[in-house]
């Protein structure tokens, strides 16, 4: 089946869990910037739960539908209809023939996901279908969608349609400060410049994007007059460059770099930076490695457990 781009919106890309293992090679992980929203989309119509999917950012897509579609939107809130009839999020939706669905402007976060039933058919570029538009490879010829592009649905998923209980996806775990270990050159900052990086509140910044969350607010000064020789760079990590205002390093970042990192966001904590708008508060805790872990495991016991039986 075709899907017809009548209006791109204002980036959406293809997406799926990422290609990982390339960063020797200066290759960027890539995937959804909310991979839990991307998972919960695809669960509810089926498919593989990281099948390729559209991440729209802030103004979304309107798509033309060839046939009929079984669809799902998740992520931040977004104004979505067919012809006068909304359409609700976090739930399966069937699509007629020739139905244009028409999303508007994003809320309450920066990023909707759109997955289709089958998932979208693109070619796989080192294991993954997404869009490095650094490198102009994967999703749509390494590019944003334009008007006048043609997806094609695939043949994937198979799986029966999930439904999620009431006020589930409301009831994610820990809405409070984003939580973090400690970064590979935290011995560079003195224990109260630590302390005061905890303490401080930062805003998101309007000159974001999906390789770096530059945030505005307290600067975090370096005990070190040297220069940091060029490193890896770990997906989360939290680079203090010389003007002292944090970057989280994100799905699109570098894979080296020469600032040195006061922390690491945790994995359980990652899809929430996928959706700090501008302006948007930021705090950071700090937790051991243990309480990292356990996290991650209770966000998949949540994911496990926010089904209807």
């Known amino acids: 089946m075709n899907i017809g781009v009548v209006k791109p919106g204002l980036s959406t890309t293809v997406q799926d869990r990422g290609r990982f293992g390339y960063a020797h090679?200066?290759?960027?992980?890539?995937?959804?910037?909310?991979?839990?929203?991307?998972?919960?989309?695809?669960?509810?119509?089926?498919?593989?739960?990281?099948?390729?999917?559209?991440?729209?950012?802030?103004?979304?897509?309107?798509?033309?539908?060839?046939?009929?579609?079984?669809?799902?939107?998740?992520?931040?809130?977004?104004?979505?209809?067919?012809?006068?009839?909304?359409?609700?999020?976090?739930?399966?939706?069937?699509?007629?023939?020739?139905?244009?669905?028409?999303?508007?402007?994003?809320?309450?976060?920066?990023?909707?996901?759109l997955a289709i039933q089958g998932g979208l058919d693109v070619p796989l570029v080192?294991?993954?279908?997404?869009?490095?538009?650094?490198?102009?490879?994967?999703?749509?010829?390494?590019?944003?969608?334009?008007?006048g592009d043609m997806l094609k649905?695939?043949?994937?998923?198979?799986?029966?349609?999930?439904?999620?209980?009431?006020?589930?996806?409301?009831?994610?775990p820990h809405p409070g400060p984003i939580r973090v270990t400690r970064g590979a050159q935290n011995d560079w900052f003195s224990p109260d410049e630590w302390t005061g990086f905890l303490a401080a509140g930062y805003v998101g910044s309007e000159q974001s994007d999906r390789a770096g969350l530059r945030l505005s607010g307290?600067?975090?000064?370096?005990?070190?007059?040297?220069?940091?020789?060029?490193?890896?760079?770990?997906?989360?990590?939290?680079?203090?460059?010389?003007?002292?205002?944090p970057i989280i390093l994100f799905v699109d970042q570098q894979t080296t770099g020469g600032y040195p990192k006061i922390a690491n966001v945790i994995a359980a904590d990652m899809h929430r930076i996928g959706q700090i708008r501008p302006r948007d508060d930021v705090r950071f805790s700090e937790v051991s490695l243990t309480v990292a872990i356990e996290a991650l495991r209770a966000q998949q016991q949540w994911m496990e457990a926010i089904w209807q039986k």
């Open 218 to 245: 307290r600067p975090v000064k370096s005990s070190q007059s040297k220069q940091l020789l060029t490193d890896g760079i770990p997906l989360g990590a939290v680079q203090i460059p010389q003007d002292g205002q």
């Open 25 to 113: 090679l200066g290759i960027s992980p890539c995937g959804a910037a909310d991979a839990l929203s991307l998972r919960i989309a695809n669960l509810l119509v089926g498919n593989d739960e990281y099948a390729p999917v559209l991440e729209m950012t802030l103004l979304g897509a309107t798509l033309e539908f060839e046939q009929g579609a079984v669809m799902a939107l998740s992520g931040a809130r977004c104004d979505c209809k067919v012809g006068q009839y909304r359409v609700a999020q976090d739930s399966a939706v069937s699509i007629p023939g020739g139905g244009v669905l028409q999303c508007g402007s994003i809320t309450s976060g920066v990023r909707t996901y």
């Open 126 to 147: 080192m294991g993954s279908a997404s869009t490095d538009l650094r490198g102009g490879f994967g999703g749509v010829a390494g590019r944003r969608l334009q008007a």
């Open 153 to 172: 649905t695939g043949t994937g998923g198979g799986q029966s349609p999930r439904r999620l209980r009431t006020g589930a996806v409301d009831d994610r």
